[in-house]
């Protein structure tokens, strides 16, 4: 069997064109949404879990999401969709204003060469967004066990002004939040590696501020 490459370039030009639209997300329950969702085996515990939300994974390899759609379909779930998407092109742009509960960045690629920095999709642009596109009460969370990624996201969450840490200003969390793993969050324990998670929380009176989308 072939093996799919972990990691893709998402600059390369086939991967550039942007999302015609804002995903268009049903209104009604609580929607929860993975960035780079992988195979979405955080999505899949998280989806039977709770029947009475909607979840969104997001990622660029759509022959990666191939066996998790199938998981999708095999456990008959309605409320997990998989949809690719660059993240370096669509993160400040993709949803809608204050539509989300949820939004869970889990073990994002930490492209480690300086050269390679500019891949990462997190900016102060889309953090914006992202923040802008929580519900009130919506929650950013963020894991990975590379520390200068993480404490690169703790600045750029930290340099909001809609959001609020919940584990106090420039912390990390102590405990693990959620039951659910992703595949990584289970490598990571069985080899005994440390995991730095954030929990940021937007501010009470913030969201559901109309932005423009080109």
Not at 8 to 36: M, Q, T
Not at 109 to 133: E, G, I, M, Y
Request: glycine share 6%; proline share 7%; charged share 30%.
């Amino acid at each position: 069997m072939r093996r799919l490459r972990q990691h893709v370039n998402p600059l390369k030009a086939s991967s550039l064109a942007p999302r015609p639209a804002p995903l268009a997300i049903p209104d009604g329950p609580e929607v929860e949404v993975e960035l780079g969702c992988g195979d979405a085996a955080f999505l899949l515990e998280r989806a039977r879990a709770y029947p009475d939300r909607l979840f969104y994974g997001i990622d660029i390899r759509d022959k990666f999401l191939e066996p998790a759609r199938r998981a999708v379909a095999e456990l008959g779930l309605d409320n997990l969709e998989l949809c690719v998407s660059n993240l370096i092109v669509d993160a400040d742009r993709l949803f809608l204003p204050g539509r989300l509960s949820r939004i869970h960045i889990n073990f994002p690629d930490p492209w480690f060469k300086r050269r390679q920095h500019n891949r990462r999709w997190l900016t102060p642009a889309s953090v914006d967004h992202l923040a802008r596109s929580l519900a009130p009460g919506g929650e950013i969370y963020f894991q990975s066990d590379v520390f200068s990624l993480a404490l690169e996201a703790l600045a750029l969450l930290e340099g909001s002004a809609l959001l609020a840490n919940s584990a106090g200003e420039w912390s990390f969390l102590r405990e693990r939040p959620f039951a659910e793993r992703s595949g990584r969050e289970l490598i990571c324990e069985e080899e005994g590696l440390r995991i730095w998670r954030l929990l940021f929380l937007l501010r009470e009176g913030e969201g559901l501020v109309d932005e423009p989308f080109d």
